[in-house]
């Protein structure tokens, strides 16, 4: 015969009893991105130093679209500043007004004259620097974030460097501070990275408006 099956035990159990879960936290810390980029950062408290009219302003046509615009500007300044021995002319900034779509929105001859109106100003400014476009840079921030962004033009003086970022915007000088509020915080980034990849000071920074015939000099606003 076979032998029963020995009885499981019994095993008291309290109904009400608590449930013992590991304790959780009491606070979540945000998880910060890995990269950030430059133009994107957000915006830091500045000041205006300084500002120059540069050539005169561009009329631009209702609808034009201003990302193809801000495109075309960088274009034309670091086709302009790449090769100095290559005169930057009316039929260079009409093929790339072209390759942009913007072919009849603006004057290429209007465009030709900030751009040299723009060297003008640099040549007078800081004579004999050394002048690099659309320059690449990356750093590590304290927080362990990876920093990118492209330097539109960047000019190697006797003093130390001169960061210039180019907008596409056509604020009015009335609105410029407005535009100073709303990029300082890029051009700061860019300083900082800068300064610490080359150990070399950034000795001015400057946000050029080829539209709105004009340039802003801005600083970190002091606490």
């Given at each position: ?11 008291a ?16 810390t ?10 994107a ?30 495109n075309t ?29 913007l072919a009849g ?23 004999g620097c ?37 907008k596409?915007?056509?604020a ?24 610490r ?7 001015e ?5 080829p ?13």
């Amino acid at each position: 015969m076979m032998e029963a099956a020995p009885a499981a035990p019994s095993v008291a159990v309290e109904p009400d009893s608590p449930l013992h879960w590991f304790r959780g936290t009491e606070s979540r810390t945000e998880r910060l991105p890995a990269t950030l980029v430059a133009s994107a950062t957000q915006a830091r408290a500045c000041r205006i130093t300084d500002s120059e009219t540069i050539g005169d302003r561009i009329p631009l046509p209702p609808g034009v679209d201003m990302t193809a615009l801000g495109n075309t500007i960088h274009a034309c300044i670091a086709t302009a500043f790449t090769d100095p021995s290559v005169p930057f002319d009316e039929e260079r900034a009409a093929r790339i007004l072209d390759g942009f779509g913007l072919a009849g929105a603006i004057e290429p001859s209007a465009l030709a004259r900030q751009v040299a109106a723009l060297d003008a100003w640099i040549s007078a400014c800081w004579p004999g620097c050394r002048r690099h476009a659309e320059i690449p840079i990356e750093s590590i921030l304290t927080s362990g974030q990876v920093v990118q962004g492209r330097i539109d033009l960047l000019l190697e003086t006797k003093d130390g460097w001169v960061l210039l970022d180019h907008k596409a915007n056509p604020a009015p000088r009335g609105r410029w501070n407005q535009v100073a509020q709303e990029h300082g915080g890029q051009l700061s980034v860019y300083a900082d990275a800068l300064e610490r990849a080359t150990g070399r000071s950034v000795a001015e920074a400057w946000i050029v408006l080829p539209v709105g015939a004009g340039a802003i000099q801005v600083a970190a606003s002091e606490v």
